[in-house]
Structures are given as structure tokens and as C-alpha cells.
């Protein structure tokens, strides 16, 4: 069993920054293959970042060059650095992992970008 708990979200003015952060406990835990998700109102679930391998990182083409997905594995923490943040990043944002055929969830944190 895997929990994630993810912190860090708030309301933030365009431009702006914040850092997402989410911890892992439960089983050992490597924080490889972890992503973040995010759902906006009305919207499907999407893939923001992800951790696919050690040095190797994945954005979707709308967070490239402005939000950054790091990990601490000897902490089982995964943030996520987001900068020049812009309205249409509005979201509800969610750290997932998967493991064998489970996939976990952590409750997720409130993102708003608004002046």
C-alpha cells in the first residue's frame, strides 16, 4: 500500500510561482514513475510531469520550459516547481504513482492562477 499526501497549492497572480510537493509513505517506496496529474473544472484528469527514470523527466507541451518535476528518494518526496503560471493552470493537482496493476492517488491540492 502506497500513500501520497501533496502540498503547496494556494492562489497565485499570472506570472507567479508556486512548488507543489508530494510524500510518499507506505511500502518502500522509489520515487520513480511518480507524476503529477492535474483537473480543471469540467475537464479530464492529464498528465502534467513525470518521473519516468532516474535523470529522465516527462512534461506534457504546455508546462515545458516553465514548470520543473524533481524528487528526493531518500525523503519519498517529488515537488513540483511551477513558474510563470498562467490562468489556464487553474487546476485541481494530483501526485500518482503506479505499481504492478494499482494505481494510487493522493487527495490532491487546489491550484488558482487569477488576478
Known amino acids: 500500500q502506497v500513500q501520497l499526501v501533496e502540498s503547496g497549492g494556494g492562489l497565485v497572480q499570472p506570472g507567479g510561482s508556486l512548488r507543489l510537493s508530494c510524500v510518499a509513505s507506505?511500502?518502500?517506496?522509489?520515487?520513480?514513475?511518480v507524476g503529477w496529474y492535474r483537473q480543471a473544472p469540467g475537464k479530464q484528469r492529464e498528465l502534467v510531469a513525470r518521473l519516468t527514470e532516474p535523470g529522465t523527466t516527462d512534461y506534457a507541451d504546455d508546462v515545458k520550459g516553465r514548470f520543473t518535476i524533481t524528487g528526493d528518494n531518500a525523503n519519498s518526496m517529488v515537488y513540483l516547481q511551477m513558474n510563470d503560471l498562467k490562468p489556464t493552470d487553474t487546476a485541481d493537482y494530483y501526485c500518482?504513482?503506479?505499481?504492478?496493476?494499482?494505481?494510487?492517488w493522493g487527495r490532491g491540492t487546489q491550484v488558482t492562477v487569477s488576478s
Open positions: 507506505g511500502r518502500i517506496f522509489v520515487i520513480y514513475g
Open positions: 500518482h504513482v503506479r505499481r504492478g496493476f494499482t494505481d494510487y
